[in-house]
Nanobody, 121 residues
């Protein structure tokens, strides 16, 4: 059974940094495209970044230049390094595997519990 566990969230001041981790079991991550999503209160879940099996990355415009997605295949883990955080980045962050259909990334059905990121002074 596929299990995804997100961690690394917390409370950080504006301008601060966090690194999120997405650890997988029941699946070999290196063969998969993985995406990080976030969902703010009252908002829809939005795609933040993706990384393919060949480590090609893609980012939402709102996080370009501030967030970096990476993977450690030996640890079966994908990371999201977040810098220069803004209160608008406050959300629960989730990871998931998925596939690109053209330019659209479609996530799988195995969502983890997410990790809360709160950016506030």
């Amino acid at each position: 059974q596929v299990q995804l566990v997100e961690s690394g969230g917390g409370l950080v001041q504006p301008g601060g940094s966090l690194r999120l981790s997405c650890a997988a079991s029941g699946i070999i991550f290196r063969f998969n495209t993985v995406g990080w999503y976030r969902q703010a209160p009252g908002a829809q879940r939005e795609l933040v970044a993706t990384i393919t099996s060949s480590s090609r990355t893609n980012y939402a415009d709102s996080v370009k230049g501030r967030f970096t997605i990476s993977r450690d295949n030996a640890k079966n883990t994908v990371y999201l390094e977040m810098n220069n955080l803004d209160p608008e980045d406050t959300a629960v962050y989730y990871c998931n595997t998925g596939v690109y259909l053209g330019t659209s990334f479609r996530p799988g059905t195995n969502w983890g519990q997410g990790t809360q990121v709160t950016v506030s002074s």
